[in-house]
């Protein structure tokens, strides 16, 4: 599993939080997503890597900006 923290600025609600997760779930194969917009924090658990490039795409697709991703294996 790899564990992906990525930091997002301009979600101010919990439908901001939805939309986010709703997003990455749709353009990746992940396990689970979890946003909180009072940490201004995604994080997302994957099987494989995910392509950074691509989940910033889709994130500023939202109206949102993605302001630093770090990822890690896990297990």
């Known amino acids: 599993m790899v564990k992906t923290i990525l930091k997002i600025e301009g979600m ?15 353009h990746f194969d992940v396990k689970k997503v979890k946003s909180s917009h009072k940490k201004g924090q995604t994080v997302v658990v994957s099987y494989e890597k995910i392509d950074l ?14 302001i630093s991703a770090e990822q890690n294996e896990e297990g």
């Open 12 to 26: 101010l609600c919990g439908m901001c939080e939805s939309h986010i997760n709703a997003a990455i779930r749709k």
């Open 53 to 66: 490039k691509a989940l910033k795409k889709v994130i500023d697709e939202t109206g949102y900006t993605l």
